[in-house]
Every structure is written in structure tokens, then in C-alpha cells.
């Protein structure tokens, strides 16, 4: 079993920066690839951005790419979602998931267990 709990979420004006972190504990997070996805207010489920377990390999959504950095600290069970240049259309909440294989995907059903989410709203 993993728990996942996020944190850093807020409210920030466009242009803006968060980071959001997601802290893990049960199994051994090492192993695990670590995904953030988010959902905005009447819409699907969307991928953000991915982590491979070693941390070499990371990809993320056209959305997303160029603004947004994952990125993860095995010694404090924790990844990280570094949030660059936000956009009003980037207001979601944001989920955490961890996927029991070392490379993880795009897809929802690739993941394991999940986090409750943080909120992040960007003003214009």
C-alpha cells in the first residue's frame, strides 16, 4: 500500500510559479514511477507529467512542456512539480499517483494509487 498526500497548492497570478509536492510512505518508493495529472471543473482527468523510478527519464504534455518540471528526492519520499509561467488555463486540481512499475505513462489506468489532490488557481 502507498499514501500519497500533495501539498503546495494556492492561488497565484499568471505568470506566477508554484512548486507542489506529493510525499509518499508505505512501499518502497524507489521503485515506483510517480505521475501528476489534473482536473479542472467539468472536464476529464488529464496527464501532466511523469517520472520514471530511477528519475532519468521524464516526459510531460504538449500543455504543459517547457513550463512545467517533475522531478523526484528518493531520500525524502518525495516528487515535485515545479510550475513555471502559469496560465488561467492551468487552474485544476492537481493529483499525485505512483504506478507499481518502474516506468510509468500517460494514461490514468497505468497508476496505481493516488493522492487527494491540491487545488491551484491561476488569476488573470
Known amino acids: 500500500q502507498v499514501q500519497l498526500v500533495e501539498s503546495g497548492g494556492g492561488l497565484v497570478q499568471a505568470g506566477g510559479s508554484l512548486r507542489l509536492s506529493c510525499a509518499a510512505s508505505?512501499?518502497?518508493?524507489?521503485?515506483?514511477?510517480m505521475g501528476w495529472f489534473r482536473q479542472a471543473p467539468e472536464k476529464e482527468r488529464e496527464f501532466v507529467a511523469a517520472?520514471?523510478?530511477?528519475?532519468?527519464?521524464?516526459y510531460s504534455s504538449d500543455s504543459v512542456k517547457g513550463r512545467f518540471t517533475i522531478s523526484r528526492d528518493d531520500a525524502k519520499n518525495t516528487v515535485y512539480l515545479q510550475m513555471n509561467s502559469l496560465k488561467p488555463e492551468d487552474t485544476a486540481v492537481y493529483y499525485c499517483?505512483?504506478?507499481?512499475?518502474?516506468?510509468?505513462?500517460?494514461?490514468?489506468?497505468?497508476?496505481?494509487?493516488w493522492g487527494q489532490g491540491t487545488q491551484v488557481t491561476v488569476s488573470s
Open positions: 517520472i520514471s523510478w530511477s528519475g532519468i527519464t521524464t
Open positions: 499517483a505512483a504506478a507499481m512499475r518502474y516506468y510509468g505513462g500517460s494514461a490514468s489506468y497505468q497508476y496505481d494509487y
Open positions: 508505505g512501499r518502497t518508493f524507489s521503485s515506483h514511477a
